[in-house]
């Protein structure tokens, strides 16, 4: 499939955004002000723009602990999110759930997750509810590779092909699980090589290529509407920060984010690309590159300056009654 | 290095990445798990052993291969083998196909009798840019090849050491393969073992190149009436032998446009309908430059080129290709020569006499 000219400016700002988004945010945190623990996706961000943008209302996801690029990328709004990892009434949670449970169903985006391993039985509900009600929608559940190794994974891997669920599952395995290596905790080492086990095809896509997970991306939704067919994919991508903000990050190695940075960078790759391909003005990714900094600029300003939730209304939206 | 300077050393070059490309999805290619390409690898181990290589050379690898080997290495060979030492090469492993290169050209410089190579056809077109004369032993790790062959990895291993220890002499058993060449303005650039085909998409994207539209030129070195993949298309149509002097190339059309439409097996479970407007002879040596302005090139039915409207490219024959070896010729000629038979000489004597 052809990306238009507005498909490629889109894929930029999705990226660039969420970028700007988790580059703010480590500056931030380092002040004390955000409550709670943020897991940033900086580096990942080919994986969220390059699959999200083949969904659309009709569509749902599932998100893990390190959810802002995936929320962003679904049409999550920048100043609610940002408001709510202040904690702040104007949050999309109205401040009570904070990073890790970011979730706006108005945006078919079930949540940001603090289980590990547990979106993807979510997005098997999600998928069954479409199929049942026959709306079109797929349901696609971003996990990493520490939870490809969860009991509930392997579940909803299985209760997919039983039920043929328009579903997707992407791995995004960013090489460690907190700070353990997948090399030494992945069993068959790509983590797709499970997909055949639960008779559903399984692909690596490197995590670097916009373009190549677009691709893949598009034929694994096309394989869930058409087909009601699920499709495992593991990206092989790599973080930038630490586990969490404030990881010292002791088991990596001494350059390895600095060569990540200066090789393999999916923005970059994705300039070089476009711009080489005389598609895309370099000025005009440079807008975009401002446009992006003055609304994360923005959106923490607001942030800041809003109201914190009343003691009032610890008790609301806690439990909701059938 | 030439092929009858022999050492007790071969290297085994086994593509982690193989067999996991979109063609699972979009298609029915098979899986090709990571155990059990380490289990071939073993394989090769017992057979290299029983032969005398003493060393073997491999790629460390990012994904896990070379963590499985290691693994194995952990515990002793089975009772009555005796594996070869392993050794991973001193390099930066950087987790793309740059590795592979880096691989085979250390393999070369430490004199390795021979590469055993585990998987596509991509990874032989890999290996084959570096190799120069060291005989390859070409095994497949999946259906979807046509360059390397689906063997038993313990006969390979044979094979193999039969020739890397001068018990077999390579120039007898082994072949000299064609090459396609694509020069990038003016300059030599890669290179195909079967196919190059250009398409008018613009991203190399997931690599593989499994859709009819967009397709526009194909050159081929050979192409087999029994082939899987974009040579199946010329395979269909005018068949060349691996062995045969020229090769083919056609210009592809729309199906609905082209006064010729062949339905090709482009991946396994996968047929398309293919528009050809025009079949050509390919003659070793003769430049035919691209007629598209822009798009991609793919080598061996991966993308791996893209080029903009400033660029000139045109494709070549050449006989320049790898050498490899012929697996069935050189346990035939072992058989001949007994190399694998030891006679007990005290029962030899005892029939002897009672004949």
Request: proline share 4%; with cysteine.
């Amino acid at each position: 499939m052809q990306l238009s000219k507005d498909d490629l400016l889109r894929a930029y700002r999705i990226m660039k955004t969420v970028r700007e988004f988790e580059e703010r945010l480590h500056v931030e945190f380092a002040t004390g002000e955000i409550p709670g623990f943020v897991h940033l996706y900086a580096g990942e961000e080919a994986s969220a723009a390059g699959f999200c943008m083949h969904l659309d209302g009709r569509d749902k996801i599932a998100s893990n602990h390190r959810g802002h690029g995936h929320s962003i990328a679904k049409g999550c709004d920048v100043h609610a999110m940002m408001a709510e990892i202040y904690g702040r009434e104007t949050g999309l949670c109205a401040g009570k759930g904070g990073s890790m449970h970011i979730a706006d169903l108005s945006m078919g985006m079930m949540g940001a997750n603090g289980i590990v391993g547990g979106g993807p039985p979510l997005a098997c509900g999600a998928a069954l509810a479409a199929k049942k009600l026959g709306t079109g929608g797929v349901a696609l559940a971003f996990f990493g590779d520490g939870a490809s190794n969860q009991g509930t994974v392997m579940e909803s891997l299985n209760l997919a092909t039983v039920w043929n669920l328009p579903c997707i599952f992407v791995v995004e395995n960013n090489g460690y699980a907190e700070a353990t290596s997948s090399k030494y905790s992945v069993s068959c080492d790509d983590a797709a090589d499970r997909a055949g086990a639960f008779n559903m095809p399984g692909v690596v896509v490197d995590g670097h290529d916009f373009f190549a997970i677009h691709e893949a991306g598009g034929e694994a939704v096309r394989r869930a509407r058409e087909d009601s067919a699920p499709t495992l994919i593991e990206v092989k991508t790599n973080r930038y920060y630490g586990h969490f903000e404030g990881d010292a990050q002791t088991y990596r190695g001494k350059d390895e984010v600095k060569n990540l940075r200066a090789n393999r960078d999916c923005l970059d790759l994705f300039r070089a690309r476009v711009t080489s391909a005389d598609l895309v003005e370099d000025a005009e990714l440079d807008a975009i590159d401002g446009e992006a900094g003055d609304l994360i600029e923005d959106a923490v300003i607001k942030a800041k300056a809003a109201s914190r939730p009343a003691a009032s209304e610890l008790l609301t939206d806690v439990y909701i009654s059938y | 290095m030439s092929l009858d300077d022999h050492t007790p050393s071969v290297g085994i070059l086994a593509n982690p990445a193989a067999g996991r490309d979109i063609r699972r999805l979009v298609a029915q290619a098979s899986v090709f798990p990571i155990a059990e390409k380490r289990n071939m690898i073993t394989r090769l181990f017992t057979s290299l052993g029983a032969l005398g290589v003493a060393t073997v050379y491999m790629m460390p690898d990012e994904i896990g291969i070379a963590n499985r080997i290691r693994h194995a290495l952990e515990t002793p060979p089975p009772a009555g083998q005796t594996w070869p030492e392993v050794v991973f090469l001193d390099m930066v492993v950087e987790g793309s196909a740059a590795d592979t290169l880096v691989a085979v050209e250390m393999m070369a410089a430490l004199g390795v009798g021979g590469i055993i190579v585990l998987g596509g056809d991509g990874t032989h077109r890999l290996v084959a840019s570096r190799a120069g004369d060291i005989p390859l032993t070409a095994l497949s790790t999946g259906t979807n090849n046509v360059f390397p062959a689906m063997r038993e990895a313990t006969i390979a291993g044979l094979a193999a050491g039969l020739v890397a220890t001068g018990q077999v002499p390579g120039a007898e058993v082994s072949e000299r393969n064609k090459a396609l060449r694509i020069d990038v303005n003016g300059v030599a650039s890669d290179l195909a073992l079967i196919d190059l085909c250009t398409s008018t998409a613009l991203w190399v994207g997931s690599r593989a190149l499994w859709r009819a539209d967009g397709l526009d030129q194909l050159f081929l070195s050979f192409a087999e009436a029994d082939a899987i993949g974009l040579s199946s298309i010329g395979g269909i149509i005018r068949p060349v032998a691996r062995g045969a002097k020229g090769g083919l190339w056609l210009n592809l059309a729309e199906p609905q446009a082209a006064p010729m439409v062949v339905t090709a097996p482009l991946a396994p479970g996968l047929m398309v309908d293919i528009g050809i407007e025009a079949v050509n002879d390919l003659r070793p040596g003769e430049a035919v430059p691209l007629r598209a302005a822009r798009g991609v090139v793919a080598l061996d039915g991966e993308r791996e080129i893209e080029f903009s409207p400033t660029d000139k490219l045109a494709v070549r024959l050449e006989w320049d290709g790898p050498l490899t070896l012929d697996i069935s010729k050189v346990m035939a000629y072992a058989a001949e020569q007994g190399l694998l038979t030891r006679v007990d000489e005290t029962s030899r004597h005892a029939n002897q006499q009672g004949e």
